[in-house]
Every structure is written in C-alpha cells, then in structure tokens.
C-alpha cells in the first residue's frame, strides 16, 4: 500500500543548505528528486528503529518516527513524518554524507 502526500518541507538549518546549493549541482539535484519522490510516497523511505534513533533527533524535534532515503550510494536524508494543515507531510531533518550517516547513528 503506497500512502502519498502534497507536502515536503526541511527543517529550518535543511532548507538553507539547500537553498545555498547551486540549482545545477549533482547534489541539488539529487535532494530536489529525492524530495519529489517522498511527495508521492512519503514510506519511500527505510523506517529506523526507535532503539537506533539519534539522541540528538529525540532531543531537538521530539520525533516519534524517523526515516532514511538514500539519495545515491554516498548520501543520504533523514526525515520524519508530522501532521500538518496538508495531513501527514515530510519533514526533512538533515542531509548526510554516507560516513556522517554511520557517526550520526553510531554504526562506525
């Protein structure tokens, strides 16, 4: 069952690595799409493990879900689902490389 959703928004400090990103960049490029795809289908995702969820995330937004979308092979975005005046909309948390995404859930 495919859930879809109108709305993708990124948290204040995403919004504004993306938006100083060049429009042409691979990577730019590659979150824009990425963020399209979880406007169609916001479980596109891989569903983590409460037990794995960085104290920081739990901390700063007080999350009860959390989601990885692997951008490419290297990069990754993190983000978690919220009710919102679209229903359920995506809220992107951070945006990591590959090897920041195993420090960040303690993997490496």
């Given at each position: 069952?495919l ?8 948290v204040?400090?995403v ?20 963020l399209?795809?979880?406007?169609e ?20 937004y ?25 229903g ?21």
């Amino acid at each position: 069952m495919l859930a879809y959703s109108s709305c993708a928004r990124a948290v204040r400090n995403v919004a504004g690595f993306i938006s100083s990103l060049e429009k042409r960049s691979y990577l730019r490029q590659i979150v824009d799409k990425g963020l399209d795809m979880l406007k169609e289908n916001m479980f596109a995702g891989h569903l983590i493990e409460k037990k794995k969820f960085p104290k920081l995330y739990v901390q700063k937004y007080g999350l009860n879900n959390l989601y990885k979308y692997n951008l490419d092979r290297t990069n990754r975005l993190i983000y978690t689902l919220v009710a919102d005046e679209c229903g359920i909309a995506v809220a992107a948390l951070e945006i990591l490389s590959h090897k920041d995404y195993e420090k960040r859930f303690g993997y490496k």
